[in-house]
């Protein structure tokens, strides 16, 4: 049975962009104070490619920017980065470093960096990036969340009603079933029933599922009993709440504004796009592959070399 590999970067970054408010009073509740929530906080997405695409420490998709105002009333702004990192690494407080200061030199605003850890080194937490010589000294101090944490808090994250409570069972569930697709289906099953036991209206129960299912991936065989599990459940409550063809049309519209996305960028660059690489790129059905090809699409120097990653890809 094969098992396809687990996916965090999308549903993180997703889940941020959606739910960016309880994000910050899960985890950094200090944060959360500050920000005058009334005024809504502005997902700053092309600020930040600007800022990462001329990175030499790689590409992150859950990495996000946002404007967002004080409780005081003062015309200031805070930029918050988030980074959610699945995998240790070693550059990574020198990419928080990085990161954080490009932002501050595009808007000469304070800026505040965040670090989720969704790695399995217990010990691995960096929080902080410098370097002394010749008397000049730079040092960057950021917060930290390590995901293995909340693990033997189970329990709490099963009563929390904040969304990133049932965001960290999956991400935790997803790590620890690594090559166990049977056991990864039964945690899988009893974090989306969940999302009906806690009465999240339907809107939210599509969206958290849609964060579930792409990071806990299964097998062709295993996702199929799943769905169907599912159906009798819902039919089992008379409410259904979730169906097949509004999930995928969903999943269809993302992946046809990705591909908009990246036409445009190019249009934009270098005008008028080839009719044959236009086509190209409306056959790609990998979501993951059209958000590198929008970073691409905004580094690249020509149309040309644009069209040599499409055909290495």
């Not at 092309?46 to 998709?61: C, F, H, N, P, W």
């Not at 946002?66 to 930029?79: G, T």
Request: proline share 5%; with cysteine.
């Amino acid at each position: 049975m094969n098992e396809p590999n687990a996916n965090y970067d999308e549903p993180w970054k997703e889940a941020i962009s959606d739910y960016f408010q309880p994000f910050c009073g899960f985890f950094f509740p200090q944060v959360h104070d500050l920000i005058d929530w009334s005024k809504p906080p502005q997902s700053l997405d092309k600020e930040l490619q600007q800022i990462t695409a001329s990175s030499d420490v790689g590409s992150r998709y859950a990495d996000k920017l946002f404007q967002v105002w004080l409780r005081d009333n003062q015309e200031v702004w805070v930029l918050i980065h988030t980074e959610v990192q699945s995998q240790e690494e070693s550059d990574f407080s020198k990419r928080m470093y990085i990161y954080n200061y490009r932002a501050f030199d595009l808007y000469q605003r304070p800026v505040i960096s965040l670090a989720i850890l969704g790695d399995e080194r217990l010990n691995w937490r960096p929080s902080s990036y410098g370097y002394a010589f010749g008397g000049c000294e730079v040092n960057l101090k950021f917060p930290i969340i390590k995901l293995l944490d909340y693990e033997p808090a189970w329990e709490n994250l099963e009563q929390s009603d904040n969304p990133f409570a049932i965001i960290v069972m999956a991400h935790l569930k997803t790590k620890s079933t690594t090559g166990k697709p049977q056991e990864r289906e039964r945690w899988k099953w009893n974090i989306v029933r969940g999302l009906y036991e806690k009465g999240y209206e339907r809107g939210e129960i599509i969206k958290l599922f849609q964060v579930i299912d792409r990071m806990m991936t299964l097998p062709r065989e295993l996702a199929q009993s799943f769905e169907q599990r599912l159906n009798r459940y819902e039919e089992e409550r008379t409410m259904p709440l979730l169906s097949n063809m509004e999930l995928r049309g969903m999943e269809k519209g993302t992946r046809q504004n990705a591909r908009e996305s990246v036409i445009i960028v190019l249009r934009s660059r270098f005008g008028e796009v080839p009719t044959e690489l236009t086509e190209s790129i409306n056959n790609i059905e990998d979501l993951s592959l059209l958000k590198q090809l929008l970073e691409r699409a905004v580094t690249v120097s020509s149309l040309g070399e644009f069209q040599q990653f499409i055909t290495v890809e």
